[in-house]
Nanobody, 129 residues
Framework: QVQLVESGGGSVQAGGSLRLSCAAS????????MGWFRQAPGKEREGVAS????????YYADSVKGRFTISHDNFNYTVYLQMNSLEPEDTAMYFC??????????????????????WGRGTQVTVSS
């Protein structure tokens, strides 16, 4: 059974940093496409960052470019999201997603869409001003 478990969320002040981790299990091959999404109360879920793991190609939402960095560790089937210069607008539940298909990461639009096959339960990030 595939499981994605996020960790690393918490409360920080504006300007601070957090590093989220997502450990994937139950799948014996490296994931081709992994991503981070977030959803704030009363708002739609939005794609934050995605990575095509065979090449390391990355995609970012405009709102986080230059502040967030996605990376992965294929050996441990883990994806990370380093978040710097956090802003109160970054406050949300952050979800990890993974898909074994390379097609999910063919374009930025698709990589940051919600069409992933597997999802974690989320970790809360709260940024205070």
């Amino acid at each position: 059974q595939v499981q994605l478990v996020e960790s690393g969320g918490g409360s920080v002040q504006a300007g601070g940093s957090l590093r989220l981790s997502c450990a994937a299990s139950g799948y014996s091959r490296p994931w081709n496409c992994m991503g981070w999404f977030r959803q704030a109360p009363g708002k739609e879920r939005e794609g934050v960052a995605s990575i095509y793991t065979p090449s390391g190609s990355t995609y970012y939402a405009d709102s986080v470019k230059g502040r967030f960095t996605i990376s992965h560790d294929n050996f441990n089937y883990t994806v990370y999201l380093q978040m710097n210069s956090l802003e109160p607008e970054d406050t949300a539940m952050y979800f990890c997603a993974a898909d074994p298909s390379f097609a999910q990461c063919l374009t930025a639009t698709r990589a940051l869409s919600g069409g992933y096959k597997y999802w974690g339960r989320g970790t809360q990030v709260t940024v205070s001003s």
